[in-house]
């Protein structure tokens, strides 16, 4: 069974910081992998997707890096602002063809004016 | 391209009632998926439809739960005999099937058991 694991569960920087947030997962062998944000009681806005044959995906402030062999992939954000307080979620995908997502438990973040 | 939209947004009902949910997806879209999320957890896979065809279900969904896709548009899912343990946000996902393209989530339905 692929388990995804996300630390830590919450963080708080003050505004204007840069960070990152880690995802790990026990099955070297994904397809791909996304990043989700979730605002309190919305659906999952999705933020990158990146395959498994890349190392990294930018968008914005947003870099995304994967590194298949390790488990492991990370979410960068640059500059961070009030709005970016949500809840961040990974997903990787072991499946070609049927590309049903295994999600982690989240990391919650506040940005701090 | 409106998004996925899922209706209702909330839903309140008693233990034992049957309830049903609706997910339209993006409309170019051929693959759709169902999620279950509860407080504190991410999302969990519950089924998967290429076009109207139900291809993959998770041992989660029990025989209580059902879903379809006819005519490979928009899907239902319904849930009979509903339990407490039923009491989640349910998600709905679509993606084209290319390769390596995301999945679009709708804002969810919010089932509530008494």
């Known amino acids: 069974k692929q388990e995804v694991t996300q630390i830590p569960a919450a963080l708080s920087v003050p505004e204007g910081e840069n960070l990152v947030l880690n995802c790990s997962f026990t099955?070297?062998?994904?397809?791909?992998l996304q990043w989700f944000r979730q605002d309190p009681g919305k659906g999952l806005t999705s933020l990158l997707l990146?395959?498994?044959?890349?190392r990294e995906q930018t968008s914005g402030r947003l870099n995304a890096s994967l590194d298949k062999s390790s488990g492991r992939s990370t979410l960068y954000i640059a500059a961070s602002q009030p709005g970016d307080s949500a809840t961040y979620l990974c997903?990787?995908?072991f499946g070609f063809g049927n590309e049903k997502l295994t999600f982690g438990t989240g990391t919650r973040l506040t940005i701090i004016p | 391209d409106t998004g996925v939209s899922q209706d209702p947004r909330h839903k309140i009902t008693k233990r034992g009632q049957n309830v049903t949910f609706r997910c339209d997806p993006i409309?170019?879209?051929?693959?759709l998926y169902w999620y279950r999320q509860t407080l504190g957890q991410g999302p969990e896979f519950l089924t998967y439809?290429?076009?109207?065809?139900?291809?993959?279900k998770s041992r989660l969904l029990s025989d209580r739960f059902s879903a379809e896709r006819p005519k490979g548009s928009f899907s239902t899912l319904e849930i009979q005999r509903t339990e407490q343990g039923d009491s989640a946000m349910y998600l709905c996902?679509?993606?084209?099937?290319?390769?390596?393209?995301?999945?679009?989530f709708g804002d969810g339905t919010r089932l509530s058991i008494l």
């Open positions: 996902a679509s993606s084209s099937t290319y390769v390596n393209q995301p999945q679009h």
């Open positions: 099955d070297s062998a994904i397809y791909n």
């Open positions: 990146i395959q498994s044959s890349q």
């Open positions: 997903a990787p995908s």
């Open positions: 409309s170019e879209h051929n693959r």
């Open positions: 439809f290429q076009n109207e065809a139900q291809l993959e």
